[in-house]
């Protein structure tokens, strides 16, 4: 089965970090795929945070985590993580990572075709 395994979610501290993982099973990384991060908080629309691609690098879609939230790949372990430091009570939510099979970035949820279960990050103040 093709699918994303998202790990590395917790409680944490205001100002404290976390790694997520997003590993890819039943399929290896394409270095031309697209993998981006989104997140959804209670009552909330699913938004996109960032995303690594081979033409974008890195994007931000949050202004909020620029220099706060870095994504990297790990191909040799199939895996890219985010991560994220000095978190703030609002970055609280469910973070999923998604592929699109394409090297551009997309800030839309519906332009990525794999999707992991999510993981929930909450910062406590």
């Known amino acids: 089965e093709v699918q994303l395994v998202e790990s590395g979610g917790g409680l944490v501290q205001a100002g404290g970090s976390l790694r997520l993982s997003c590993a890819a099973s039943?399929?290896?990384?394409?270095?031309?795929?697209?993998i981006g991060w989104f997140r959804q908080a209670p009552g909330e629309e699913r938004e996109g945070v960032l995303c690594?691609?081979?033409?974008?690098?890195?994007?931000y879609y949050k202004d909020s985590v620029k220099g706060r939230f870095t994504i990297n790949r790990d191909a040799a372990k199939n895996t890219v993580y985010l991560q994220m430091n000095s978190l703030k009570p609002e970055d609280t939510a469910v973070y999923y990572c998604?592929?699109?099979?394409?090297?551009?970035?997309?800030?839309?949820?519906?332009?990525?075709?794999?999707w992991g279960q999510g993981t929930q990050v909450t910062v406590s103040s």
């Open positions: 039943g399929f290896t990384f394409d270095s031309d795929d697209a």
């Open positions: 998604a592929r699109r099979t394409f090297y551009y970035c997309s800030e839309f949820w519906s332009s990525y075709d794999t």
């Open positions: 690594i691609s081979s033409q974008d690098g890195t994007k």
